[in-house]
């Protein structure tokens, strides 16, 4: 081949959470032939310059047969799985003209209906990957000014669903990932790292396990994690709830908790000693509101940032202080008899031995004990580490949750025993440990840290959604309702995919009484996904689909939910479209940089179909719907 005719092309790969990779393309005679490594940024890339697999599959999506060729229209206004749709191939000035004119129609009318719901919806795929290559399409649904994105694509199927809302809460964690470097004992149930955390991810697990760090996989199955564990736990499927709280019965009632957990951490840094009155709300002190700890230094109750010598971790006490309860119902207590919540946990957990739980999860009883001996074994209680200067904490353990196990029943159940199982030892949030990589309910979303504001109980403010009588959200104002039924969603861009996203599917059927009619959307954009298979009943879920009045889905092939549309649009390939982003911080899947900055995604190849860049399609679409001015703000 004449060199010539060579060329290599600096780009990105985005496809899934693990990216982005940063990689050449190699372009011979136009054609794209070969993925090649970026080894030049090897100091900068959290994998060194290598490129995953999954790059590699960005030719065969450029050059598949079966893209969608052009814009197209549907002609068979009947929508059903067992109808022909009818597409015909259009012009993108007919496609672009259409679209446009519905949209036009609904800003001069108004963009939410009678009951109040937006009039234009838009669903994406992707798990949070969408902004990376969708160009500048947010703007454009930004500058509508009023979108419902709470039709569900899936989430709660195929993500980390309860570690998003709850880690958020806890320890400001929309994802959690070990300290892998440093980590000695990783308890992992289901997670199927090996297979899903790209090249940064699986580098940094396969150096840890060589540097003598202990890996024990629970799963049904032996995944390609499991079999390069050091060891196998097979388990009855959806009972890892179970396992844990068994292990968590082995630490706290079995062993002398005094001895073999991190007291400091549980009184300085939980709520362990906070005094629990009997409505099962905060003891607090009658002057300052504040929740009470109980010294047993004097024997008096205080509040609990007052000079506290020797904290009641257990017991039932005789004491008297106010206790306000939901929509700030107080009750005044005289010597009420109350507990420190550490108390309580005690009480709770005494029934989940290891023998309950090896007849819920099939796990033998002595392995369970087994597994909590060795985490605590492993945890380093007192021990401390010296970085950049300072000296912290270093408690190298941690447990990881696959997605399967943190979502669906039990995912409360797992991540409280998960988050639990890290107090106790000290090991969340230190060296060695288990930490948070970032936020997205949280405001600021690019510092995590930032976001971390010292709320008035001693625990981190958190943007809860109002459920005071006079504050509530009794009107939804999308069709997922997250503002009025999820106060873990909060309010913040990523909310919506966040809040109960399968619900609008199933209301649009049978809402509940005294709902909004669940009226349907006048438009809604389909972008890489496909709920009529991805979601919990999709054949329900792709009947409701049917139902919708105009579907435009952007389109790389045909496939069960944009069987309905009634636009299709071919976006171009990642190797054929422009787009910048920013890169640095750390993200999800132990993709960690230690350098700020931007990277582009440049075509290629020219576009092997009629297609058209994302960001082509967006700006098109604000100046034919006669909004480019807020576009362009």
């Not at 000296?391 to 949750?401: D, E, I, S």
């Not at 405001?443 to 009588?469: C, I, L, Q, W």
């Not at 509940?512 to 389909?526: G, R």
């Not at 993709?591 to 582009?600: A, D, E």
Request: hydrophobic share 35%; net charge negative.
């Amino acid at each position: 081949m004449d060199q010539a005719t060579k060329k290599t092309v600096k780009t990105f790969c985005y496809q899934c959470v693990a990216g982005p990779d940063l990689m050449e393309i190699e372009v011979e005679n136009g054609t794209a032939t070969r993925v090649e490594a970026l080894y030049g940024i090897q100091d900068a890339h959290p994998g060194g310059g290598r490129v995953c697999v999954k790059a590699y599959g960005l030719i065969q999506k450029t050059y598949n047969p079966h893209r969608i060729k052009a814009p197209m229209k549907r002609t068979n206004p009947i929508k059903s799985k067992d109808q022909d749709p009818g597409f015909v191939e259009i012009s993108w000035d007919e496609a672009l003209e259409i679209i446009s004119e519905k949209l036009k129609n609904i800003i001069a009318t108004g963009l939410t209906d009678s009951s109040g719901y937006p009039r234009v919806a838009a669903s994406f795929g992707g798990g949070g990957t969408p902004t990376q290559y969708m160009g500048t399409f947010p703007a454009f649904l930004s500058a509508i000014g009023n979108v419902d994105l709470g039709f569900g694509a899936g989430q709660g199927v195929k993500c980390y669903h309860s570690e998003h809302l709850y880690g958020e809460l806890w320890h400001r964690a929309f994802i959690v990932a070990p300290d892998t470097p440093r980590v000695n004992y990783i308890l992992s149930c289901g997670h199927n790292g090996d297979a899903s955390t790209g090249v940064a991810g699986i580098w940094r697990h396969a150096d840890a396990r060589d540097r003598g760090m202990k890996r024990v996989q629970v799963e049904p199955h032996l995944s390609v994690t499991g079999a390069v564990s050091a060891e196998w736990i097979p388990i009855k499927p959806k009972t890892d709830a179970a396992f844990l709280y068994g292990v968590l019965n082995r630490i706290i009632c079995e062993r002398d908790w005094r001895e073999v957990c991190d007291i400091p951490f549980l009184t300085e840094d939980t709520n362990a000693p906070y005094l629990i009155a009997p409505n099962g709300y905060y003891l607090r002190d009658p002057k300052t509101k504040k929740p009470m700890i109980l010294d047993l230094a004097d024997n008096k109750a205080k509040p609990f940032d007052a000079d506290i010598t020797d904290p009641a971790m257990e017991g039932s006490f005789k004491l008297s202080g106010l206790e306000i309860g939901a929509d700030d119902q107080t009750w005044d207590h005289q010597t009420a008899e109350v507990k420190p919540a550490f108390q309580l946990l005690i009480e709770h957990i005494k029934p989940y031995t290891p023998e309950w739980a090896a007849k819920e999860c099939d796990v033998p009883a002595d392995q369970i004990r087994t597994v909590g001996d060795e985490f605590l074994g492993q945890a380093c209680i007192g021990d401390t580490i010296e970085i950049d200067g300072e000296t912290l904490p270093y408690r190298p353990v941690a447990v990881l949750l696959g997605k399967t196990v943190n979502n669906g029943w039990g995912g409360y159940n797992c991540c409280w025993a998960r988050t639990l199982l890290l107090c106790l030892v000290g090991a969340l949030e230190v060296p060695g440990g288990m930490m948070g990589t970032n936020v997205k309910l949280n405001r600021p979303g690019h510092n995590r840290f930032a976001s971390a504001v010292k709320g008035p109980d001693g625990f981190m403010n958190y943007p809860f959604n109002e459920t005071s009588k006079e504050k509530w959200n009794s009107d939804p104002h999308i069709r997922n309702a997250y503002r009025t039924l999820v106060p873990l969603a909060a309010d913040s861009a990523w909310s919506a995919a966040l809040g109960p996203a399968h619900l609008p599917w199933l209301f649009q059927k049978k809402p509940p009484e005294n709902w909004p009619v669940p009226t349907k959307p006048d438009i809604w954009f389909c972008y890489r996904t496909n709920p009529a298979i991805s979601s919990w009943d999709a054949p329900e879920v792709a009947k409701r689909v049917a139902e919708f009045p105009f579907i435009v889905a952007f389109a790389y092939t045909h496939d069960e939910t944009n069987h309905f549309a009634d636009i299709l649009l071919p976006e171009a390939t990642d190797l054929e479209s422009l787009q910048l982003i920013q890169v640095g911080g750390t993200k999800y899947v132990e993709q960690f940089w230690t350098q700020q900055g931007w990277t582009i995604r440049q075509p290629a190849v020219d576009k092997t179909v009629d297609s058209m860049d994302m960001t082509d399609i967006a700006t098109e679409l604000a100046y034919r719907s006669g909004i480019i001015e807020g576009y362009n703000k």
